[in-house]
């Protein structure tokens, strides 16, 4: 009673809502009608072309950033690679696929332009923040980044690995073989699931068989965080997070994509689900932690890049936010925004985690 609503810590008041309702819903487009309906105040979820809702329907509702992104970039979602499928132990394929993908429409369609393209921000492992940014050597690995829609380059590498089509049939064969894989991600994530679909109209298009199905989120988690042994059937690529921002990154992201501290878990939620392995990488991310000078961190980083770009064991499908921040100000107004004047800045993570909880305090109910 002497801390909340009293101490000059905690404002000397009380935040403005009274309770918090956190709702789930089946799948982003319900959570979006819910949103456009008013009965969502702050929505954390992908909402498809999000601007109709304020361009084209007059709805009060906005995102942190008035224009594209619509909001700050900071996770990675990534397709990752089952490295014991047959044919995906080899570099080459991994890269033809990689870099045949169609990544300027994944982001306009998929993601309906809510994220930075790879021409604005070169793939790296880094997120599209300036600080991160400045942690590797770009031109030092400019030659290994690609944008996507290499359908030529991806064809003519696997020429030259020869992985070719042998009998015509129009789909090329390793060690005899039909290349033919499944592209996965759960049921409902409708910008992953466009995505996925995305990648596999690459492989087609490279003679590789790529089919899509997308399991209920309750069977896809317990598979891909098993990794104490291969991965079953059915789960050749998939999708999954990275982390964002916060105080370990970049070292934390790439110690979850990459470390092979992971391999054997019987439930792994850090990441590396592809059980990618590589010594010179561990011991790159046991040494950062360790080095205090700026030059030696950024050649570590900039070699943990290069080794990412050239072994692709997994590849960004686009930039995401920390969290999807968009408001309905129907009922309540005084929401976070980029450029609002709060000083420091109130982030844009819902109004439920860290500094965004100074948010609830700036709240101000409409008058109706």
């Not at 992985?163 to 994530?189: F, H, I, M, Q």
């Not at 900039?302 to 408001?327: A, G």
Request: with cysteine; proline share 8%.
């Amino acid at each position: 009673d002497n801390y909340w609503g009293q101490d000059p810590s905690m404002w000397g008041k009380l935040p403005a809502p009274k309770y918090l309702a956190h709702t789930i819903f089946k799948d982003n487009a319900a959570g979006t009608t819910a949103l456009a309906a008013g009965e969502v105040d702050v929505s954390q979820q992908f909402n498809s072309n999000v601007q109709d809702l304020w361009e084209k329907q007059g709805l009060p509702i906005s995102t942190y950033l008035p224009e594209p992104p619509y909001g700050i970039g900071a996770s990675l979602p990534t397709a990752f690679y089952n490295l014991k499928s047959p044919g995906l132990d080899q570099v080459c394929i991994r890269k033809a696929i990689a870099i045949a993908v169609d990544y300027p429409t994944i982001i306009a369609n998929a993601m309906t332009n809510q994220s930075a393209t790879f021409e604005q921000v070169p793939r790296s492992l880094m997120n599209p923040t300036p600080g991160e940014q400045a942690m590797y050597d770009h031109e030092a690995v400019k030659d290994l980044q690609w944008v996507g829609n290499d359908i030529e380059g991806a064809k003519k590498l696997l020429d030259e690995c020869g992985v070719v089509d042998s009998n015509g049939d129009g789909w090329r064969e390793y060690n005899g073989e039909k290349l033919s894989y499944v592209a996965t991600c759960p049921n409902g994530w409708s910008d992953w699931q466009a995505a996925i679909e995305v990648v596999a109209a690459a492989g087609k298009k490279i003679g590789i068989d790529i089919t899509t199905n997308f399991p209920e989120w309750s069977v896809y988690q317990t598979v891909v965080t098993k990794s104490d042994a291969p991965l079953p059937a059915g789960y050749d690529i998939f999708m999954m997070w990275s982390a964002g921002a916060g105080p370990t990154q970049p070292w934390g992201r790439i110690r979850n994509l990459l470390s092979s501290e992971w391999i054997g878990l019987p439930s792994n939620w850090s990441g590396n689900w592809g059980q990618y392995s590589n010594p010179e990488v561990d011991e790159l991310i046991k040494a950062i932690p360790n080095e205090t000078d700026e030059a030696k961190l950024k050649e570590m980083y900039t070699r943990l890049v290069e080794i990412y770009l050239t072994d692709i064991p997994s590849f960004t499908l686009m930039y995401r936010p920390q969290n999807f921040h968009t408001v309905n100000e129907s009922v309540w107004t005084n929401f976070p925004y980029d450029g609002d004047g709060t000083n420091p800045p109130v982030p844009p993570l819902d109004l439920t985690d860290g500094w965004s909880i100074a948010g609830l305090y700036n709240l101000e109910l409409v008058q109706q």
